[in-house]
């Protein structure tokens, strides 16, 4: 009886740690699902065009009429100043090339209920970017710091296809705490 009670507590564990199984991964392997799923794989550059608004330290609105960003992914700026550099890491491309470049860490969390895989890496200069990967393989959330460990949050949503690549296009940018971006993106080019 007490083999059989201990064989029946056993597998209720087995199971129960079953759907977590599917979540047990390496960072490189997260990161890879995510470039393939993004299209991120073969993208060498992006035009990403839309329009939007800003935002400022007291919150004060300012349309952008037209808002244009080329990322070319085969040039990082390293040579640039951090807060230069940094657009570059906190764009979904960038996170996934810095992860998949440095010993990256993983780490599965609920974030507003919402489950995460949430993958870390530290670039030269003691620079920590986190970025969060949902269920379906896409960059949502990246942080990184600037200025005396001001916080800078990009959230990426409502990813569409073009050409093969997944683009975002709602993207917001907190700073400190605080709105300071958000883009509609209407049209992106990705290697052209």
Not at 1 to 19: E, H, T, W
Not at 97 to 110: M, P, R, Y
Not at 135 to 156: F, G, S, T
């Amino acid at each position: 009886m007490v083999k059989d009670c201990a064989r029946s507590f056993l597998l209720v564990i087995l199971l129960a740690a079953l759907p977590l199984a599917g979540w047990a991964q390496d960072a490189k392997t997260v990161v890879g699902k995510a470039a393939k799923a993004m299209g991120a794989e073969t993208l060498r550059t992006l035009h990403i065009a839309g329009s939007g608004s800003s935002y400022d330290e007291k919150g004060q609105h300012s349309p952008i009429k037209s808002y244009t960003r080329q990322i070319d992914l085969n040039s990082t700026p390293s040579n640039a100043s951090w807060n230069t550099q940094v657009e570059f890491w906190l764009t979904p491309y960038g996170f996934l090339k810095g992860a998949a470049a440095n010993a990256a860490t993983l780490e599965s969390k609920s974030v507003y209920g919402e489950p995460y895989q949430v993958v870390t890496f530290t670039l030269p200069g003691n620079h920590k970017i986190v970025g969060h990967i949902t269920e379906k393989d896409m960059v949502e959330r990246v942080h990184a710091w600037v200025d005396n460990d001001v916080l800078i949050e990009a959230v990426y949503r409502d990813y569409m296809d073009f050409d093969g690549v997944k683009v975002p296009t709602i993207m917001i940018q907190n700073r400190g705490g605080q709105l300071s971006q958000v883009v509609i993106v209407k049209e992106s080019k990705p290697n052209g």
